[in-house]
């Protein structure tokens, strides 16, 4: 499978963008995907991940403002993020990956990313 992240853009703080990954082929049968972000100087970082069951998890930095969801009929992954701030300026990727005794492994397929930068 393929994906392709899209969706970024420039918001205000505060404001909301919602990022989308299609993948190629159906991600019915798929564990588990996440989105990850990569901001300038720094090293990639998980933010959110769902399970083909719709279970979900998020990092601390982003929980009650960012959800995560899947649309398995349009094979597509989306992250509804709100209440934006700087720090969340980032590129952010898809990945598929699985869940191994309750945390998140990425398998090596990924999006082309998607630049999200939120100004003060």
């Known amino acids: 499978v393929q994906l392709q992240a899209s969706g970024g853009g420039l918001v205000q703080a505060g404001g909301s963008l919602r990022l989308s990954c299609a993948a190629s082929?159906?991600?019915?049968?798929?564990?588990?995907m996440g989105w990850y972000r990569q901001a300038p100087g720094k090293q990639r970082e998980l933010v959110a991940t769902?399970?083909?069951?719709?279970?979900?998890d998020y990092a601390d930095s982003v929980k009650d403002r960012f959800t995560i969801s899947r649309d398995n009929d349009k094979n597509t992954m989306y992250l509804h993020m709100n209440s934006l701030k700087p720090e969340d300026t980032a590129v952010y990727y898809c990945?598929?990956?699985?869940?191994?005794?309750?945390?998140?492994?990425?398998?090596?397929?990924w999006g082309q990313g998607t630049l999200v930068t939120v100004s003060s």
């Open positions: 082929g159906s991600i019915f049968g798929i564990s588990a």
């Open positions: 769902i399970t083909n069951t719709g279970r979900t």
């Open positions: 990945n598929v990956g699985r869940i191994l005794g309750g945390s998140y492994y990425s398998h090596n397929i």
